[in-house]
T-cell receptor, first 117, second 113 residues
Framework: KAGVTQTPRYLIKTRGQQVTLSCSPI?????VSWYQQTPGQGLQFLFE???????NKGNFPGRFSGRQFSNSRSEMNVSTLELGDSALYLC????????????????FGPGTRLTVL | GNSVTQMEGPVTLSEEAFLTINCTYT??????LFWYVQYPGEGLQLLLK?????DKGSNKGFEATYRKETTSFHLEKGSVQVSDSAVYFC????????????FGKGTKLSVIP
């Protein structure tokens, strides 16, 4: 089974621009989460989607948004980029539930490294 | 809120040495606990997990036991290899139906021949 894929792997943008990152979960996984990783703040939760609905959101400004499509693929968008948005953005997918059982382990993609100049 | 505290590195060990990375947590309810590993330039890989008290997760020679009484989930390996050099993250999710992971700061492990 193919793993979580993220595109693009690297991005360079300038302040004020906006960016869209894409994530394809493992086939059959319905939950997709996004995390930001920086040297200073570590790994921080951005949001989680399930069946096209945002179920949970971390403590990030409204410039960070996301969505999930009917095929479980997800995108996140960052508008009006700031220097501090430079980070590795990680997507993770989870089976969530099957046969009445909950599967909450998350499987991560390789990440998109965003550099804001 | 939930939080995870793990020993900060870097940790440098000789090959075949014993490894312990301490992890303690604060959470309400009954969280699931995880260890993830990140190799340079890559995303996170799930190393092992435990979903209830006294569960022991194990994989590739690594082990960790969910200790509710001490709110700990320490990672151990009896004999490390150079290929184990990576950053290790302890994490928790808030129980059934929760998919938000709270991570520790990570511990960088270097194993020298």
């Amino acid at each position: 089974k193919a793993g979580v894929t993220q595109t693009p792997r690297y991005l360079i943008k300038t302040r004020g621009q906006q960016v869209t990152l894409s994530c394809s979960p493992i086939s059959g996984h319905r939950s997709v989460s996004w995390y930001q990783q920086t040297p200073g703040q570590g790994l921080q939760f951005l949001f989680e989607y399930f069946s096209e609905t945002q179920r949970n959101k971390g403590n990030f400004p409204g410039r960070f948004s996301g969505r999930q499509f009917s095929n479980s693929r997800s995108e996140m968008n960052v508008s009006t980029l700031e220097l501090g948005d430079s980070a590795l953005y990680l997507c993770a997918s989870s089976l969530a539930a099957s046969g009445g059982l909950v599967y909450n382990e998350q499987f991560f993609g390789p990440g998109t490294r965003l550099t804001v100049l | 809120g939930n939080s995870v505290t793990q020993m900060e590195g870097p940790v440098t060990l000789s090959e075949e040495a014993f490894l312990t990375i301490n992890c303690t947590y604060t959470a309400t309810g009954y969280p699931s606990l995880f260890w993830y590993v990140q190799y340079p330039g890559e995303g996170l890989q799930l190393l092992l997990k435990a979903t209830k008290a006294d569960d022991k997760g194990s994989n590739k020679g690594f082990e960790a036991t969910y200790r509710k009484e001490t709110t700990s989930f320490h990672l151990e390996k009896g004999s490390v290899q150079v290929s184990d050099s990576a950053v290790y993250f302890c994490a928790l999710s808030g129980g059934a139906g929760s998919y938000q992971l709270t991570f520790g700061k990570g511990t960088k492990l270097s194993v020298i021949p």
